[in-house]
């Protein structure tokens, strides 16, 4: 019995490699150097919110499998926050607060980001990206282009098989050029 409690699920296996992509993809430095996303702690959530996000958005096409995976992929998430948090030194007692205060800006981020992509609305998702990425009440080039890629990026995971997406996911190329 304590063997299966702590034996590796093969969906926690999924939803980490998941996770690692979507991170390697948030840390990508075209990012920070051509499209103007500040190298802060912060703006680095943005990016890895939103490649979340975009992950989780393709995953739910596929069903209840996909949803089961997206879940899965989120609680990855939230635990990554939790144990960047410890590592930064926050101590135990405050932790909790913190990770409300993060669980909520990463919700708002979410659906505020997931309804502009759905709808296909560009200018709604640039504000939201200059909104929280780089406080500006108005979309800058910058993230128009963050914007555009993306859109892109949805549909580049949108038009790989579910099994691909699954083993490696092959994002679009971000680009400043693109916008």
Not at 24 to 37: E, K, L, N, W
Not at 97 to 103: E, S
Not at 138 to 156: I, K, L, N, Q, V
Request: charged letters at 25%; one cysteine or more.
């Amino acid at each position: 019995m304590l063997r299966n409690l702590f034996k590796s699920r093969p969906s926690r296996q999924v939803a980490e490699r998941l996770y690692a992509a979507c991170a390697a993809q948030a840390r990508r430095p075209v990012f920070y150097t051509d499209m103007g996303v500040p190298d802060r702690i912060d703006a680095r959530f943005e990016l890895y919110t939103l490649h979340v996000l975009l992950m989780i958005l393709r995953l739910r096409d596929e069903g209840q499998a996909g949803a089961d995976t997206a879940q899965d992929l989120f609680d990855t998430y939230v635990s990554a926050l939790d144990n960047t948090l410890r590592e930064l030194g926050v101590g135990d007692v405050a932790v909790g607060k913190k990770m409300r205060r993060l669980g909520e800006a990463m919700y708002g981020r979410m659906m505020a980001y997931e309804t502009a992509i759905l709808a296909g609305d560009h200018d709604a998702l640039a504000t939201a990206l200059s909104r929280n990425i780089l406080e500006s009440d108005s979309a800058t080039p910058e993230m128009r282009a963050m914007a555009d890629y993306a859109m892109r990026a949805r549909g580049a995971v949108g038009e790989q098989s579910f099994d691909a997406v699954m083993s490696a996911p092959a994002w679009a190329e971000p680009s400043v050029a693109a916008a």
